[in-house]
């Protein structure tokens, strides 16, 4: 067909009758600058969608189909991220040296349940025992009990440590802080998994992008992980491994 006007070039009605006529445009051609018109009307909306808070109200409003838990809707099919984990504030509340394990203590942590839960964490040979007790930490609370040396531990001491894991340091919950205070940065307060299953490596996966910035604080994927009266820390180690 010989050169005439596109789709796109016609203004009214008329010239695009007559180009038909002409067969110098076909109906794909319509169809194509339909396309280009509503992708041009769209890209603004498109782009305000794309923020950060959209995002979430998104993901809050429309959770991907699956299974429902006491955690939350369709927490197997959730993006793997900080929300996924339960980490709480926590009050230990005993502590004393495991009966058959040199390198662990036994803690008893309120968590803010009805009892505390017995956690085992193997800081004896890094923080003196006076150090944690009545001491506010930061508890990892949805982890599968594990057994450890014959004592079931229901949850995980968060620490801070350094490359070589010959410093570790407990991580330090601002005064204020209520036992079972959630401990999640701005971006994550989805609920979490009841339990995260451990064949997924949830926790494992989170947790390489822990880490402490130039101030000491704790962050993920750079964001501040938060109580109700300010952000977790590390007493000294920058750039730190937090486990």
């Known amino acids: 067909p010989q050169q005439g006007l596109s789709a796109q070039d016609s203004t009214n009605f008329q010239d695009l009758k007559d180009s038909f006529a002409k067969e110098n ?27 950060k808070e959209l995002k979430k109200l998104t993901s809050q409003a429309y ?10 809707p369709a ?5 793997i991220d900080l929300s996924r984990v339960d980490i709480r504030v926590g009050k230990i509340v005993e502590i004393g040296p495991h009966p058959d394990a040199d390198s662990l203590y036994v803690e008893q942590i309120d968590v803010g ?17 006076e150090h944690l007790r009545d001491a506010l930490v930061a508890v990892v609370c949805n982890l599968k009990p594990a057994n450890m040396r014959g004592i079931k531990s229901q949850g995980m001491l968060l620490c801070a440590s350094d490359k070589d894991h010959k410093t570790v340091e407990v991580l330090r919950v601002p005064d204020g802080c209520k036992p ?10 989805e609920a979490p ?10 926790f494992e996966k989170v947790q390489v992008d822990l880490t402490t910035d130039d101030s000491l604080q704790v962050t993920y994927k750079g964001e501040l992980l938060m109580t109700s009266t300010g952000p977790i820390t590390a007493p000294s180690l920058k750039s730190a491994v937090i486990r």
């Open 180 to 189: 079972g205070e959630r401990i999640t940065g701005e971006s994550f307060t």
């Open 63 to 72: 959770p991907p189909e699956g299974k429902a838990g006491k955690g939350g």
């Open 75 to 79: 927490a197997a099919e959730r993006d």
């Open 113 to 129: 349940e009805e009892a505390p839960r017995t956690v085992i964490s193997g800081l004896r040979h890094f923080v003196a025992e």
């Open 193 to 202: 998994d009841a339990q995260l299953n451990p064949k997924k490596k949830i």
């Open 25 to 51: 445009i076909y109906p794909l051609d319509l169809k194509m600058a339909v396309t280009t018109y509503i992708n041009q009307l769209l890209a603004p909306i498109i782009q305000e969608f794309n923020s």
